[in-house]
């Protein structure tokens, strides 16, 4: 009998397998499969919480930030569970927690409803922090920015994909078909990541302890970079948060138009998308400081620009499609920032706090952005392009702090500042 090893067939898998872009490729996928469903499902659970379990706006907001919360909590959880697990367990995990919330779709109990769709913001915190976490750990067979870019592309793409399924699923066989394809999405993902998907884990981060997880929190808390990094995240993503509640409202309220709001929706996938790739790619040939200032001042330029017209279809439409833009493209720097500045050893924790960070400012600037346009419809971009001149200065005093890993890495040919 042929041995196993001398098999030609699992020679071959255990070659494909070890190819050095498949774990790209398989990041991408499975932040493709969880825009599929994530986004779909966000939107029609809103809807399935108003129809079928006639819950009012109040109480369907106050469920929605509830599972905001939850995961931010499991996020600064996150980088101790991926220091146990790997990077590649918690992706398994987030997206088993992610598959059971589809399951809100077909249950009738308020109570159960609410705590399927608990599980689901864990799940994506989880998702996130594996996900990132990941990324970093595998920049080295690659260009970490335009791989930064087609990571964050993916998601777009599958809810390009799976939006227009889902409200054809839903409308043609009701809520309990879409819950139940997209728990087989999350399962098929799951399995496919569980077979191929390598484990990629440290040894130093074996070390850490899940019961110590607040004291790893606070120590990475601490550092200056770290800090800096939770400016750099929050001031933009406040403005961010203000910007995709307002400028569809604004614009609905001035033209009664839904198709402008549409079309608006539209060019903002478009432009932002190719912001992202363009960031990506700057990033790999001039490193991340240019790019990162580049995008702050476009952030600014749209605040200061809506200011001024927000009362105009064209301002609100032209500046909010730029301020967008920025925003996306600072998501996609972000990856590069931790890496240029973070031990990839505490990247699982810092991204946990970063995500933890991004929910509770995405909250404060829906809250701030709702309050402050009443007096003055201009005077919420007005606080949002302001508070993001510090994060230029932020971004400058980063870079400033990692000129000298910038030398050295030059040094050997990697673009690291």
């Known amino acids: 009998m042929m041995p196993l090893t001398s098999n030609p067939l699992l020679r071959q898998w255990n070659k494909w397998k070890s190819a050095t872009w498949l774990p790209a490729i398989l990041l991408i996928l499975v932040q493709m499969a969880s825009g599929m469903r994530d986004m779909p499902q966000f939107a029609?659970?809103?809807i399935y919480l108003q129809e079928q379990?006639?819950?009012?706006?109040?109480?369907i907001s106050s469920l929605v930030a509830g599972a905001q919360i939850a995961g931010m909590v499991t996020a600064l959880l996150g980088g101790a569970i991926t220091a146990k697990l790997g990077s590649k367990w918690v992706?398994?995990?987030?997206?088993?927690l992610s598959g059971l919330s589809s399951l809100a779709f077909q249950v009738p109990l308020l109570g159960l409803v609410v705590l399927l769709w608990f599980f689901g913001g864990a799940g994506m915190a989880l998702v996130t922090v594996g996900g990132a976490s990941y990324l970093t750990r595998i920049s080295g067979r690659g260009s970490l920015g335009i791989l930064a870019a087609f990571y964050a592309l993916s998601m777009t793409v599958g809810g390009a994909i799976g939006n227009p399924f889902a409200g054809v699923l839903?409308?043609?066989h009701g809520f309990v078909a879409f819950s139940r394809a997209a728990m087989a999405l999350s399962f098929g993902t799951?399995?496919?990541?569980?077979?191929?998907?390598r484990h990629l884990q440290d040894q130093t981060m074996k070390q850490v302890s899940l019961r110590s997880f607040w004291s790893g929190v606070l120590d990475t808390a601490r550092q200056t970079n770290v800090r800096m990094l939770v400016g750099l995240r929050c001031l933009p993503t406040i403005f961010y948060g203000m910007l995709i509640m307002l400028i569809p409202l604004?614009?609905?309220s001035l033209t009664g138009s839904k198709m402008m709001v549409a079309a608006y929706g539209t060019t903002n996938l478009i432009v932002a998308s190719l912001a992202q790739l363009l960031a990506g790619r700057a990033v790999d040939r001039w490193g991340a400081r240019r790019p990162t200032l580049l995008a702050y001042t476009a952030l600014i330029l749209a605040g200061l620009g809506l200011t001024v017209s927000a009362g105009r279809l064209w301002g609100l439409f032209g500046f909010g499609v730029l301020g967008i833009a920025a925003a996306w493209s600072l998501s996609t720097l972000m990856y590069v920032w931790v890496n240029d500045g973070v031990p990839k050893a505490e990247h699982p924790s810092t991204f946990g706090?970063?995500?933890a960070v991004w929910s509770l400012s995405m909250i404060c600037g829906s809250l701030l952005g709702g309050w402050l346009v009443s007096p003055m419809p201009g005077l919420p971009f007005l606080v949002g392009g302001i508070l993001n001149v510090g994060s230029l200065f932020l971004a400058l005093s980063y870079y400033g702090r990692n000129l000298v890993k910038d030398t050295v890495s030059s040094n050997q040919g990697i673009r690291e500042i």
């Open 53 to 59: 379990l006639g819950l009012k706006p109040v109480t």
């Open 170 to 172: 839903i409308e043609g």
């Open 250 to 252: 604004l614009i609905n």
């Open 190 to 197: 799951i399995l496919v990541i569980s077979l191929l998907m």
């Open 91 to 96: 992706l398994v995990c987030g997206l088993t």
């Open 353 to 355: 706090l970063l995500h």
């Open 44 to 46: 029609f659970f809103l």
